[in-house]
């Protein structure tokens, strides 16, 4: 397997920028929940290309995405449109 982006929420909900959501090559690869105030990344679409990275770091001035190992992710490997999980 791969890289793939992670938004830790906590830095991300300080911001209600969207950036990272706009930015993103990917359709519906990283969006925004209302809920938890926050990005999230669809890890079956994430190409680990480090745009959102670069742009959240960079143009966002919060550093919130990093990537990860697929096998490290906090949440798992989670699949939301089947609800597959893998952990
Ligand atoms: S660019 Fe960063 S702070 Fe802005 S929504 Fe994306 S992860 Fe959150
Ligand atoms: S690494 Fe690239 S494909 Fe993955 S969420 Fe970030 S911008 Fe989208």
Redesign the pocket.
Known sequence: MYY??EVNKDICSQSNCHL?TT????AN??NYSEADKSAY?SVD?????????YICKEVAKKEA?Q?KWIDDLEEGFVIKRTGVVLR
């Open positions: 793939i982006a990272c930015y993103c090559p990917e690869c990283i990344v679409r994430c190409k680990a290309c480090e745009i959102c990275v995405i990537m």
